[in-house]
């Protein structure tokens, strides 16, 4: 398999600002370009899913971390004080 990131390469990334979009651009070695070319790669489709399944990742992290503050005080919380939140909450 060929290594196409080699510790030296330097990406670059461009942003500009299109009405409520913002483009993303990417400096990435002509090799890779070909390849990509060459297999039918669009980089849009790819970078967009890589953006995407990056921010789940990262938001499912935060809930997790504040989960578990969360769930450090729940039991100092008692049974009675549940039950009556879950019945004020019902009367809404």
């Known amino acids: 398999m060929v290594n196409l990131f080699k510790p030296s390469m330097k ?9 409520d ?8 070695p002509r090799e890779t370009k070909k390849l ?18 990056e921010i789940r990742r990262r ?3 935060r809930l997790e ?5 969360l769930s ?3 039991p100092y919380i008692s049974d009675e004080e549940i039950a009556e939140l879950i019945r ?4 809404r």
Do not use: T, W
């Open 11 to 19: 990406i670059i990334f461009v942003v500009i600002c299109v009405g």
């Open 21 to 28: 979009y913002v483009v993303i651009g990417a400096k990435i």
């Open 36 to 53: 990509m070319d060459e297999l039918g790669i669009k980089p849009g489709p790819l970078i967009r899913r890589a953006v995407n399944e």
């Open 59 to 61: 938001l499912l992290s």
């Open 65 to 69: 971390e504040e989960a578990r503050e």
């Open 72 to 74: 450090s005080e729940l």
């Open 88 to 91: 004020e909450d019902r009367g």
